[in-house]
């Protein structure tokens, strides 16, 4: 294959880059927010890009959106209200609406463009899109936490992109005190954190920072592998009010009713340990 069949999304600041065989391009086009793309793979089936960046492929979704979700679903009691900022491709929502628990789920997602393309070219992400147990708003997801009722999530799931643009105002402690403010009294936020490699010392570590400030006290981060993300590793960060994200039912999670492609219950447990390096550039968060 020659050079011209690979998409190559460098990650200039850490020296790296990940690429993938191409075959052809299915679809682009520029949003007033963003440019979508949609490739079609040689070995990972179609891959959404937005800005020149990796988001989604067929292949390995099902890492990031299990993870996003499901340790959080089997950490809160009895989750009932979801909300989802941001998650236009609609995998989260999908892996969310798995819990019969849940009654309710609200996805925020600014560009509405990235959810109808996701219809066409993730239509296995989109499948439940019309599961009455939802509702659409594209809209932005800070003005919608600000009007939101106080004391009315159970669980708040921050699906955005890297924290630049207009993702960046979803990781300072003005909208974390917002996201404490409409979580119930045992509620739960989860929002994706970047890499542990890449980041451990700067954005993850400032997350924590920023959400304690906030008033969310208990934090915890959770690593998983995510290929297609610079550094080949990811994670999401759980925080609360009281309730302690390292705390989970386990029993739930072994009986759980659905078949997931990563989660299990020893899963959950692995991804609750902190390395040794985030151990230390973290301890002094504790």
Same mark, same amino acid.
């Given at each position: 294959m020659n050079q011209s069949k690979w998409?190559?999304? %460098?990650?200039?600041?850490?020296?790296?880059?990940?690429?993938?065989?191409?075959?052809? !391009?299915? $679809?682009?086009?520029?949003?007033?927010?963003q440019n979508i793309e949609i490739y079609k793979t040689t070995h990972w089936g179609n891959l959404m890009v937005l800005d020149g960046c990796y988001m989604v492929s067929d292949r390995d979704n099902f890492l990031y959106h299990e993870m996003m979700t499901h340790p959080a679903l089997f950490t809160h009691p009895d989750p009932q209200t979801v909300v989802i900022i941001g998650g236009g491709d609609c995998?989260?929502?999908?892996?969310? !609406?798995?819990?019969?628990?849940?009654?309710?789920?609200?996805?925020?997602?600014?560009?509405?463009?990235?959810?109808?393309?996701?219809?066409?070219?993730?239509?296995?992400?989109?499948?439940n899109n019309?599961?009455?147990?939802?509702?659409?708003?594209?809209?932005?997801? %800070?003005?919608? %936490?600000?009007?939101?009722?106080?004391?009315? %999530?159970d669980l708040l799931i921050v699906d955005s992109t890297d924290p630049v643009g207009p993702a960046a105002g979803l990781f300072n402690r003005e909208f974390f005190s917002q996201c404490l403010?409409? !979580?119930?009294?045992?509620?739960?936020?989860?929002?994706?954190?970047?890499?542990?490699?890449? $980041?451990? $010392?700067s954005i993850i570590k400032e997350l924590h920072l920023e959400m304690k400030a906030a008033g969310l006290t208990q934090v915890h981060t959770l690593p998983f592998p995510q290929p297609i993300y610079p550094s080949g590793w990811w994670s999401c960060t759980m925080a609360s009010k009281d309730l302690n994200p390292k705390t989970y039912n386990r029993q739930r999670a072994e009986q759980k009713t659905f078949i997931t492609h990563y989660y299990n219950a020893d899963i959950h447990q692995a991804a609750l340990a902190y390395p040794e390096f985030m151990r230390r550039g973290l301890e002094s968060l504790t």
């Open positions: 998409f190559t999304e %460098i990650w200039a600041g850490d020296g790296s880059s990940f690429s993938l065989g191409i075959e052809e !391009l299915l $679809h682009s086009e520029q949003t007033p927010y995998g989260t929502l999908s892996e969310v !609406l798995k819990h019969p628990s849940v009654k309710k789920v609200v996805q925020v997602e600014i560009d509405e463009r990235v959810t109808r393309v996701a219809e066409k070219f993730f239509p296995e992400l989109c499948a019309n599961d009455p147990r939802v509702e659409f708003v594209f809209g932005d997801g %800070i003005q919608w %936490i600000e009007q939101a009722a106080a004391n009315s %999530i403010r409409v !979580l119930g009294d045992q509620g739960l936020m989860v929002q994706q954190s970047e890499s542990p490699l890449y $980041h451990t $010392h």
